[in-house]
Each structure stands twice: as structure tokens, then as C-alpha cells.
């Protein structure tokens, strides 16, 4: 993993830029995840540094894992009791009818040995799922196609992917369970993660538009940045001490 990809670093927590493709967990056919890497971003620990949350492989962007024990324990109760702020941007297939709005939906797991496991929205209860919320408002509209943010209020598996598919009527671009697969990828990425830590600074971490979203037409954000990147506090001293400044974690 590149050093180029860490967005903050101190003692306690790392958020790396993950690229699209790489899975967070082991694959059942041994190919390549993120603990093939995890050796290269211990960063003078003894450690390897552990996921503190899930994104999809196809999912690229802000990935946090902590650095030790007793700050995986805080980090992972800050997204428990949703403290934790993320930011997405996805290019959908197609233009939402409103500019913006709130989705609030139950989502359930189903599976079949045609089509494998989704999500989907659990209208009757049958499914036993859990309820999930995510903000959105549109960014940008080009060629049909609309590049939209979303701020997720919970962490449900897949929740910003049925979100766009079945509360917006506009699959994200190369979904291809979803909606349809596409020759650039999935277009869904982690832009933006900022956790909250009691007497410490916030750990925050930007990542900037991948290549794909300019393939697709799509290469600048257009909304402001809302607070400062994680730029002078990344440069710390990555074996420095805890305090040296530089929901749940399910797959989104």
C-alpha cells in the first residue's frame, strides 16, 4: 500500500484512500485483500493495524483501522453510538426526481442459489432487517446520468447501493447487482470519514475523486469541502504516542 494512500495517521488510528477491487476481508478463493497489505502500513508499530469498519470491494475511498487495542474499542463504539460523519458520492443511472431529500428504509438479507445474497427492503417484516437512513442531494447532472451525495445516519450492508437503486429509482453506475455492471467499475466512493474522539482531535480523512468518476465525465467534485483535510495532522510522527495530534461497520 502506498504512502500516498494514507489520509491520517497518528498512534491511535489510520484512514487509508482503499482503491476499488481490493476486498477488506480474505476472499474465500485466496486472491488479494487488504491484509496483504497491512504489513506495509504498521508504520513502525509492531502491530498490524485492524480494519475498524467494512467497504465494499467494489467501494472505494476512506477506510479506518485502528492501531492498537484499547483505540479499536473507542473508535468501533463511535460508529456504534453514530458518531461518526461519512460522506459519499456516487454517479447514479439516472436523475433522481427531486434535488435532494432523506431515504429511511428497513433493509433485509435475502439469497437464492440463481442470483447469490442482496438486500432488499423488508416491507413486511418477514426478513427481520433493520432499519437505515442516508441523506442525499444531487451534485451534478450530466448525459442522464447524475453524480449525487450521500450522508449515510447508519451503516447497513449495501445501504447507499439500495438506496440509490430502490429509494431513488437510479442504480449506482456498474452495480452490477443492483443494477447494471460497467466497464469503469462501481462508482460509489468513500469521499469523506471524520470520528469524534473525547479530548483528542477528530481523526478525519479526505479522499480525492478517483480517476474513474473523470472517465466517466464526472472529474471535479462540485461541493465545497465542509472542513479542513487531514493535511498537516497526517504528517506526525506515525509511531508517535496516542495523543500526538497529526451504527455498526457493515460494508457500504
Keep these: 500500500m502506498h504512502g500516498e494512500r494514507v489520509l491520517f495517521l497518528d498512534g491511535e488510528a489510520l484512514i487509508i484512500d482503499k ?14 485483500s487488504l491484509e496483504n497489505h497491512l504489513e506495509s502500513l504498521k508504520f513502525g508499530f509492531q502491530r498490524w493495524p485492524k480494519p475498524v469498519h467494512r467497504l465494499d470491494r467494489d467501494t472505494s475511498g476512506c477506510l479506518l483501522l485502528s ?7 473507542r473508535l468501533q463504539q463511535a460508529f456504534e453510538q453514530g458518531l461518526v460523519t461519512k460522506r459519499y458520492v456516487a454517479l447514479l443511472e439516472g436523475v433522481p426526481a427531486e434535488e435532494s431529500g432523506r431515504i429511511e428504509m428497513v433493509l ?74 460497467d466497464r469503469l467499475g462501481m462508482m ?24 474513474r468518476f473523470a472517465a466517466a465525465g464526472f472529474g471535479e467534485d ?20 496516542a495523543g500526538s495530534h497529526s451504527h455498526d461497520g457493515s460494508a457500504i
Design 19 to 32: 482503491p476499488t477491487g481490493l476486498p477488506v476481508d480474505p476472499p474465500r478463493d485466496g486472491s488479494l
Design 108 to 181: 433485509g438479507k435475502v439469497s437464492t442459489a440463481e442470483t447469490g445474497w442482496r438486500m432488499v427492503e423488508d416491507v413486511d417484516g418477514s426478513l427481520k432487517g433493520k432499519a437505515s437512513r442516508t441523506a442525499w442531494r444531487v451534485l451534478d447532472v450530466r448525459g442522464g446520468r447524475a453524480l449525487v451525495e450521500f450522508l449515510p445516519e447508519t451503516g447497513r450492508t449495501h445501504q447507499i447501493r439500495v438506496h440509490a437503486a430502490t429509494g431513488l429509482g437510479a442504480p449506482v453506475v456498474g452495480d452490477g447487482v443492483y443494477g447494471t455492471a
Design 67 to 73: 492501531r492498537n487495542p484499547k483505540a479499536h474499542a
Design 188 to 211: 460509489l466512493h468513500a469521499q469523506k470519514l471524520a470520528v469524534p474522539r473525547a479530548g483528542k482531535p477528530d481523526v478525519i480523512g479526505e479522499a480525492p475523486m478517483p480517476e
Design 222 to 241: 462540485p461541493a465545497e469541502a465542509t472542513t479542513s483535510k487531514a493535511g498537516p495532522d497526517a504528517a506526525v510522527d506515525p509511531a508517535g504516542d
